[in-house]
């Protein structure tokens, strides 16, 4: 069995992964964190983490960015392995946890699907192929009216797992409106869409000569980004400090 601490147990995503907990026997919360403090009937909910007094095996952090940097040095000192889903991180935040993940275990991930990351491998192993015979590649991304960022992160991983498989041939081109030229065989498009509850949804399109092949993967709930960072949790429970990415989970499974 492994023990969770929930980081951020009230925000959205924390009730997710509380709710998706409740229906499985391999994984529980053993602790809760929220600066609300509002209590929950299944764990323990405390104001924060130095009034934490239970023994966990892992950390998921799903809370807002000024708290990464707290959670992180809370994670060395008691030597927890951490699964860092906070977007938006600083530059200097990602160094600390880089820093950080020198003396304990820590999971870091541009998305936390499962479908997502395996997709990452997908496309990298197509790219090596079809970029080679110069098929034109382009990533399009829909998300929700509300979401501030764009393109993605996840869109921007797709397109840096491309480049990695095609020795970092392409530039990245996010707006075609300014030109008016043919497309040069060292790019790749990536547009994003915001609208209306798109949870998220992200299209690789490989288009060559009289055929394409497209790779497309839709997320209907925030559910499936849940799901991956339980999975993390229990795969990082019990392993050695390191910088750990979803790709060591799914080859771990």
Do not use: W
């Amino acid at each position: 069995m492994t023990k969770v601490m929930m980081y951020g147990c009230n925000v959205y995503m924390g009730h997710v992964i509380c709710d998706l907990i409740k229906a499985m026997d391999h994984v529980e919360v053993a602790a809760g964190v929220d600066v609300t403090g509002v209590a929950n009937d299944d764990f323990p909910v405390f104001t924060s983490l130095e009034k934490v007094d239970v023994k966990v095996d892992a950390i998921i952090d799903f809370s807002a960015a000024v708290a990464v940097d707290s959670v992180l040095d809370y994670a060395v000192e008691k030597q927890i392995p951490l699964v860092e889903c906070t977007t938006g991180l600083s530059e200097e935040q990602l160094a600390h946890l880089e820093e950080c993940s020198k003396k304990v275990a820590i999971l870091r991930s541009a998305n936390m699907s499962l479908g997502v990351n395996t997709l990452l491998k997908m496309v990298k192993t197509a790219a090596k192929v079809l970029g080679e015979a110069g098929f034109d590649i382009d990533i399009v991304e829909k998300h929700h009216r509300r979401k501030l960022d764009a393109p993605s992160g996840t869109a921007l991983a797709l397109a840096d797992s491309i480049n990695e498989a095609c020795d970092g041939k392409y530039n990245y081109v996010f707006d075609r409106s300014e030109r008016r030229m043919q497309r040069p065989a060292d790019e790749i498009g990536i547009s994003a869409v915001r609208g209306g509850t798109i949870v998220g949804e992200h299209e690789i399109i490989f288009a060559g000569t009289d055929e394409v092949i497209e790779f497309k993967h839709t997320a209907y709930s925030r559910a499936v980004f849940g799901k991956g960072a339980i999975e993390a949790a229990v795969y990082l429970a019990g392993k050695p400090a390191g910088l750990y990415d979803m790709s060591d989970v799914i080859e771990g499974k």
